[in-house]
């Protein structure tokens, strides 16, 4: 059950930063956004949190 759990997560964990991204992009009010921490670094795991900072108009 823990692979079938493992598995799931990492699919949905690579699939959230697309989802966020689509959804930014049709948002006026972002001017900017760039990720932080691991993910910025390149080092993220499927536990990774998203460190995600926006510019706001």
């Known amino acids: 059950m823990t692979d079938i759990f493992e598995t799931k997560l990492v ?3 690579k699939k959230f930063p697309q989802v966020i991204e689509e ?3 049709i948002d006026e009010r972002i001017m ?3 990720y932080g921490g691991s993910i910025a670094e390149n080092q ?3 536990y990774s949190d998203i460190d995600l900072r926006l510019l706001v108009s």
């Open 11 to 13: 699919v949905a964990r």
């Open 23 to 25: 959804s930014l992009l």
């Open 32 to 34: 900017g956004a760039f």
């Open 44 to 46: 993220q795991d499927a």
